[in-house]
């Protein structure tokens, strides 16, 4: 074929799969109006209140699911299956974000959930599943501009390679994270789709894609087990709300709508933050050894009883023994029920021994209105107040941290007498509601109400920025998924926190997955490899034991530049990067941030924080301690000696900060570069 026939047997190639794309669409406009027309005569086709509500909701959903975004592809692969595939010879399939059918019910677009799309992602020269040829697509602004095509049944394979996989890797960023459905990677892909009943531990340098493989097994999740994920719930935790609002469109655009997305302290959030510990006493509040401080304080709550009751229905009075009392709490406390369970249990076989007393007197069974008078009767509930009293999570810390006689029965043999002075040293209120909780206690509230009460559980949960869970808070989240799975996210070179995790292994068995697998993860998505190299000068200072990242992006620069001064510096070098497309991210010290937005806002350059996905100001300034999971093209880091002077793990938070960038990085400083950057 000359160059000219090859030419216009692609141009036509392109037309046909144009027109695929707008029936496709037209179809997506078929089935979203067909699901309102049913929506708005759900309540008449419905039998009864309830079922119109479920159905009403379902049909709601259903419409936001096929809402079509004319700016995201609705499609971005093809499969052609060889003639030789038993399942589907001489079939192609459109591999998209959602199912689209036509009026026949027949797939114009399979979702990239379903299994036949498993091998746009996975089908290798290698082992090629069938597949002929796998042809990606080219999008700008909605617009099928190109295509690729893989001859895997002739050996060829792009892999990294791809021309439309390193445009999509280096496309200036602009507002939110976006889904990556359409260049997700084997390796990625294989955490991607992981069973349900797998929890995975997922360890990856910088910008691997360790959060976008998690919202896609959330995603990926909630499409294979919708009815059993719906009822139970999916949760995402995140470091932060910037994150949180940075990462929040990626679910819905894939149709999902109804994932909880919350920070660690959102979870526990049952009193009000309003102190602040010392760093020792944080610590010390984090530490795992406080759960078992907790639980036998809970445990100590329980009495022996010590006189009979005696209790009268107003026609006879009943007794009941020592004895008896001691073996309803004595088989109560063997049976390990929360706390506040327990106490009714006790109440419950209480008001059973009463119950075989009024028969055998009365030769008939009580009422149920007696026996809920039995159990409200004055004499039983003093009983139980005296040993199983009613008890609140505050109630308990509360007491724990103002009563030494109290904290050290709980604490004997845990914790030494100088950790319960320090403990004690954070001065609460007279009354629980008096005390100015700090964000420790509210972790350790929380851990007292599960032992108190069972919380609900998620069905699966996402953590990221895992490296910086304390024990105390790996232990809340895994009250929230002890039934169901979690897909643990992180970097344990990034950890800032004074508690963060050295080794994945604790982590998981705090979280109540000791067998999780631990995955590496290692090719890096956002950081230019200049950039890696500069960052990784850090790595041997961080004490920690993770694989290097190593950068598919060849491109994208890095400066380093002694300055006299930092803000005029800072303004120039913002000024510069407004020259170039995508986002400019000026990360410093929290204690600069201010006088250097304060400088911009001066020379004219409009900034918005990191919480705002929305602003139009391409410019972000963000304290280095916000800073984590987010990405910027340009990025201007403002004299890194102050980072690290600014926390004890401030090297370990230099290299997040360093890692932000996705083309250049800008490094200004006036004070000595930190050591080990300077080598
Ligand atoms: N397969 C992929 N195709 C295209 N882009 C990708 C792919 N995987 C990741 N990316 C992009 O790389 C960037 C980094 O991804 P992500 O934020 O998920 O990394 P991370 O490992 O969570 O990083 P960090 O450790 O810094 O939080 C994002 O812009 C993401 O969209």
Redesign the pocket.
């Known amino acids: 074929m000359t160059l000219h026939a090859q030419e216009q047997t692609l141009d036509a190639e392109l037309v046909a799969e144009r027109d695929h794309l707008a029936a496709s669409r037209a179809a997506l406009a078929r089935m979203r109006e067909r699901a309102e027309a049913l929506f708005a005569t759900g309540d008449k086709v419905a039998g009864d209140a309830y079922t119109a509500e479920q159905l009403g909701r379902h049909m709601a959903r259903r419409v936001k699911e096929l809402a079509d975004d004319p700016t995201t592809p609705l499609f971005f692969g093809r499969l052609d299956f060889g003639e030789s595939d038993p399942d589907h010879a001489g079939r192609e399939y459109h591999v998209g974000r959602r199912h689209v059918t036509d009026e026949l019910g027949e797939p114009m677009v399979l979702d990239w959930r379903a299994p036949i799309s498993r091998s746009f992602y996975r089908a290798s020269a290698r082992d090629p599943q069938g597949v002929a040829v796998r042809r990606r697509f080219g999008f700008s602004a909605g617009v099928l501009t190109s295509f690729e095509d893989e001859h895997l049944d002739r050996g060829e394979e792009l892999g990294t390679a791809s021309r439309i996989?390193t445009a999509?890797?280096e496309r200036p960023?602009v507002g939110p994270?976006?889904d990556?459905v359409a260049?997700?990677?084997p390796e990625?892909d294989e955490l991607v789709r992981a069973d349900l009943a797998d929890s995975i531990c997922v360890q990856?340098a910088?910008?691997?894609?360790?959060?976008?493989v998690g919202l896609h097994r959330a995603a990926y999740l909630l499409y294979l087990h919708r009815e059993r994920l719906r009822r139970s719930g999916v949760l995402i935790v995140g470091p932060n709300r910037a994150f949180l609002s940075y990462i929040a469109a990626v679910l819905p655009a894939l149709g999902e709508v109804e994932v909880e997305q919350a920070t660690v302290e959102d979870l526990v959030a049952r009193v009000p933050v309003r102190g602040v510990d010392a760093p020792a006493v944080a610590a010390l509040k984090h530490d795992a050894r406080m759960a078992e401080v907790l639980r036998r304080a809970v445990d100590g709550r329980i009495g022996a009883p010590t006189e009979p009751i005696m209790v009268s229905d107003g026609s006879f009075r009943w007794r009941i023994g020592l004895d008896p009392l001691h073996r309803v709490v004595e088989e109560t406390r063997r049976e390990r029920l929360p706390y506040a369970t327990g106490r009714e249990r006790v109440r419950a076989r209480v008001v059973g021994l009463l119950q075989r007393q009024s028969e055998a007197r009365r030769a008939e069974s009580p009422g149920d209105a007696w026996l809920r008078r039995m159990g409200k009767a004055k004499p039983v509930t003093a009983f139980l107040d005296a040993v199983w009293p009613a008890l609140t999570p505050e109630g308990l810390l509360h007491t724990l941290l103002t009563d030494p006689e109290a904290l050290a029965t709980a604490a004997d043999g845990l914790l030494t007498a100088e950790e319960q002075e320090l403990l004690r040293s954070a001065k609460p209120g007279r009354t629980p509601k008096a005390t100015k909780w700090t964000a420790a206690d509210a972790v350790l509230i929380d851990e007292a109400a599960g032992l108190i009460e069972r919380a609900a559980g998620f069905g699966h949960v996402v953590v990221d920025?895992a490296q910086d869970l304390s024990p105390m808070q790996c232990r809340a989240i895994a009250r929230r998924s002890e039934h169901g799975s979690i897909t643990l996210?992180g970097?344990l070179a990034?950890g800032t926190a004074p508690w963060a995790a050295t080794d994945w292994r604790e982590s998981l068995v705090h979280l109540g997955k000791p067998d999780a697998v631990v995955v590496p993860l290692s090719v890096g998505?956002?950081v230019p490899a200049a950039v890696v190299a500069f960052a990784n000068r850090l790595l041997p200072a961080l004490a920690v034991d993770v694989p290097p990242a190593e950068s598919l992006r060849r491109d994208g620069t890095l400066a380093v530049r002694t300055v006299d001064d930092l803000v005029a510096a800072t303004v120039a070098e913002v000024r510069a990067a407004l020259a170039h497309d995508g986002s400019v991210g000026v990360i410093a010290a929290d204690d600069a941030v201010e006088r250097l937005r304060a400088a911009l806002a001066e020379a004219g350059v409009a900034t918005a924080t990191a919480d705002d996905v929305a602003a139009a100001a391409r410019v972000t300034v963000v304290p280095a301690t916000l800073v984590?999971?987010l990405?910027y093209d340009h990025v201007v880091v403002v004299e890194p000696a102050a980072i690290v002077a600014a926390e004890p793990r401030g090297l370990h938070r230099l290299y997040v900060v360093l890692?932000r960038a996705v083309s250049r990085l800008a490094v200004l400083h006036r004070d000595p570069l930190p050591d080990p950057l300077a080598a």
Request: hydrophobic share 30%; proline share 3%.
């Open positions: 996989l999509e890797i960023r994270m976006r990556i260049t997700i990677q990625q990856g910088p910008g691997t894609g360790k959060t976008a920025e996210l970097d990034q998505f956002r984590k999971g990405e890692t």
